[in-house]
Nanobody, 123 residues
């Protein structure tokens, strides 16, 4: 079982930026795809971005394209989510999750999850 820990969340004003990190312990992230999901109060958990184990292929939800960038450093067993031009609708708890090889946009297809990090966007 992969152990994942998110960090980097916090309070930011609209238009600001945050960089989230997802660090693995106990297992290498090589051969795992990583997805970022978010869940706001009263809403379903939704896919945000994903990256394959090689880092060569990325995927984004339509409402974050051009604003968010996902990347990974396999030597550090860490995946990053750079979030720019943040909007109030981005406010949520952000989770990273791992599954074998390929990115999926379905949360039910991921076996390993972090505890989440809260992103608050407010003036």
């Amino acid at each position: 079982q992969v152990q994942l820990v998110e960090s980097g969340g916090g309070l930011v004003q609209p238009g600001g930026s945050l960089r989230l990190s997802c660090a693995a312990s106990g297992f290498s992230l090589n051969y795992y795809a990583i997805g970022w999901f978010r869940q706001a109060p009263g809403k379903e958990r939704e896919f945000v971005a994903g990256i394959t184990w090689s880092g060569d292929t990325t995927s984004y939800a339509d409402n974050v394209k051009g604003r968010f960038t996902i990347s990974r450093d396999n030597l550090k067993n860490t995946v990053y989510l750079q979030m720019n031009s943040l909007k109030p609708e981005d406010m949520a708890v952000y989770y990273c999750a791992a599954r074998p090889l390929s990115v999926s946009k379905r949360s039910t297809q991921y076996d390993d999850w972090g505890q989440g990090t809260q992103v608050t966007v407010s003036s």
